[in-house]
């Protein structure tokens, strides 16, 4: 099994079925097992489905490790829209700090019982619900790093409770200026940049008592910088709380790894570089050394090229070496198939190779 662009799928020449099934906005738009043709890709394409999971000859024996299941992350998900529609509705209506206390719990749960810290990111995301899988993405990574952290459970609740909510005052700001394609103007950013204040205030007014101290503050300075250039405060260095600090590094990563209506997503190899390249000047560098040494950079399935020109399939993990992972190859460096002579290339003992990119599909370069 592996995740697929739509838009390199090859029907003519290759045979694709349905590994996991396709849903949008809670239908089912094709059952797992089906094969792919022209028609179902088409209206794939009209849903703005850019990436599926599928079952084809290249990815046999494959099993994305997914941290999160696709089912269980579409029902949390579900509940965060929810929840976050219920604070649009207005002054009556709001947050149920049960549901979402519970919801924080679970996600706590499932994290803190797996036995191994690695993290691998969902990448099928879709664009019309970024604020809610935005949420629920941070509050994912911010546990992971606070597992690595060797948090106590409550103070994970903490973490979790305050990156779960720490854009939340995104909700009332105008959605055509939050996804506005082209360049803000400077009023768009000041009204885009009231957002940490605005949810802060939002939550310290109607869940005073239920939130604490400590969330609270994630929300208000998740966008600090560690060089003081940050908002709403210019905090610097460790003025800003710890929590804050891990929860602005999540943030980041998870944008560049989204596709925005402005921007195509990263892959995460190369997020986490940007990441370390933005370490001393935005981030607490302890946090992002931490932060990135558990995340899975080629998840299982992506394809890549390797140093010598050879091409092949990310197999499995080397789970103390992240990005040197076990590769199936597909072709050699003259671009000759040898995927059916089943040669594996482990980067831990092939020590002079590396990855020098992740490639859409075994065609591109
Ligand atoms: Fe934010």
Redesign the pocket.
């Known amino acids: 099994m592996r995740l697929i662009n739509i838009n390199y799928i090859d029907v003519e020449k290759y045979e694709y079925y349905v590994a996991k099934s396709i849903n949008s906005n809670g239908v089912v738009l094709l059952q797992q097992n089906v094969k792919l043709n022209h028609n179902y890709i088409s209206q794939l394409k009209l849903k703005d489905i850019k990436y599926v999971y599928v079952n084809d000859e290249i990815s046999e024996g494959i099993e994305p490790n997914d941290t999160i299941s696709t089912e269980k992350y579409r029902e949390v998900k579900g509940v965060i829209k929810d929840q976050f529609n219920m604070v649009k509705k207005g002054k009556n209506i709001g947050l149920n700090m049960n549901i979402i206390n519970n919801t924080v719990s679970e996600m706590l749960d499932i994290i803190t019982s797996k036995r191994d810290i690695t993290y691998s990111i969902n990448e099928i995301k879709v664009t019309d619900d970024y604020l809610y899988e935005h949420s629920l993405n941070v509050m994912v990574s911010c546990l992971y790093a606070g597992i690595i952290m060797k948090y106590d459970k409550i103070k994970l609740h903490k973490l979790a409770l305050g990156a779960l909510l720490?854009?939340i005052g995104?909700v009332s700001i105008n959605p055509d200026i939050l996804n506005k394609p082209g360049k803000l103007t400077d009023k768009e950013r000041s009204e885009i940049e009231t957002?940490?204040e605005m949810g802060y205030r939002y939550i310290s007014d109607n869940y005073g008592d239920e939130v604490s101290a400590l969330s609270k503050q994630i929300i208000l300075q998740?966008?600090e910088k560690w060089n003081g250039k940050g908002y709403p405060n210019q905090l610097a260095g460790d003025s800003i709380y710890e929590l804050a600090r891990i929860c602005s590094v999540a943030?980041v990563f998870d944008a560049l790894t989204t596709d925005r209506v402005y921007r195509e997503k990263m892959p995460i190899y190369k997020a986490s570089e940007y990441i370390y390249s933005l370490g001393y000047n935005d981030f607490d560098f302890e946090i992002v050394k931490l932060f990135l040494s558990r995340i899975v950079k080629f998840k299982e399935g992506s394809i890549v090229k390797l140093s010598d020109g050879s091409k092949g399939i990310v197999y499995n993990q080397n789970k103390h070496m992240l990005d040197r992972p076990i590769i199936k190859l597909l072709a050699d460096k003259d671009g000759k198939n040898i995927m059916y002579k089943n040669i594996f290339v482990d980067l831990i003992e092939e020590k002079t190779l590396f990855i020098e990119k992740q490639l859409e599909s075994i065609l591109s370069n």
């Open positions: 720490h854009d995104k957002h940490p998740h966008h943030d």
